[in-house]
């Protein structure tokens, strides 16, 4: 390796690359002492490194993204990475990412929103974010081309079941297994994820507890394992079954883990034979239901937060307006002598 000053002043660094020719690269100075610096410490090995790096294109870095979130996500998240960054290519091309601008997003932004509902493109939108700055954070790429703005969303109020539908409901399903699940998810506010992969050993009547966590084949939306007091209801339900189940999972049929996609088909079912007023109620309506009646009685919102595993009390903050007659309550108990 050596130096040479070309005619503008800026002296270069000469070396032989992997592929036996010469090549240069800019030193960015201009007096001899701090090229010098610049020679010492380059490594020619890293530096090509870089360069490979700087030419990866889109495809090729989601192959090995995805390598790398299959065994940190959930295979729902996967999913969404896996289908987000195929619509993005599709729509500004699969290019190196260093060619990717605020306006390749801007335009799938706009794209995207010709068929798809607006919460469904600020969900892609927020996993390109996290796509690109694992990038940056890689190495890949100096600084994220993400520069865009999510789609302004109404707040949408949860959809959830009054007691009386809730009922109605239950007494139109005519399998068992399915009341139990449906009774224990209303009572515990488990997402359907949680419930299908419930174990035994995560199950502690004692002290009428249970722990939700991951496991080899089983992945919780945040990630981290949080503790879930049972109630009288999901405590006597959970006695009972204990004596005779024989699975190492809690909620089973024939013996055999329940298929998540199957409950939730059979339950739409049975909203519609209910004929329940809203038709729009869905299995994770039970999950708001339980947050939803806990708002109503009076329960902090910060305690909702803990029971549904929010990580941010923000979102659990859906349910505040169930809580109007509670927080009056709160507020006067602040007395000032008007005198």
Known sequence: MFLSKHHNGIYYLWFVNE???????????????????????FKRDEYEQ?????????????????????????????AIYKATVRNFALIGGDLPLTAYTPQHLDSFKTERQKTVKPVTVNIELRTLRAFFNTAVRW?????????????RIPEAQP????KLDF?????????????????????????RGELVNL???NVDLQKKLIVIESSPTFRTKSGRRRI????????????RKQSKDASEFVFTLNGRKLHADWITHLFKRYVRTAKLGNQNIHFH???????????????????????????????????????????????????????
């Open 19 to 41: 592929r036996g020719k010469k090549q240069k690269v800019s030193t960015r100075c201009t007096y001899k002492v701090d090229a010098v610096k610049f020679l010492q410490g």
């Open 167 to 191: 009922q109605r409901l239950l007494n139109t399903i005519k399998e068992g297994w399915l009341k139990e699940v449906i009774l224990f998810a209303v009572s515990t506010g488990l997402r």
């Open 199 to 201: 174990r035994w050993e």
């Open 159 to 162: 959809t959830f079941l009054t």
């Open 50 to 78: 870089r360069r490979k790096n700087k030419r990866k294109g889109l495809s090729e870095f989601l192959v090995e993204f995805l390598s790398y979130a299959q065994g940190t996500f959930s295979k729902r998240t996967v």
């Open 228 to 239: 879930i007091p049972l109630n009288e209801n999901s405590f006597f339900l959970l006695q």
């Open 285 to 339: 309506s039970l999950r708001h239901s339980f947050a939803s009646w806990l708002a109503q009685d009076g329960t902090s919102l910060y305690v909702i937060k803990d029971l549904l595993g929010h990580s941010d009390v923000k979102t659990t903050q859906v349910y505040s307006h169930l809580q109007p007659e509670h927080l009056h309550s709160e507020v006067n108990k602040i007395t000032v002598s008007l005198n």
């Open 139 to 151: 190495k890949l790429l100096d600084r994220t081309p993400f520069d865009v703005q999510l789609l």
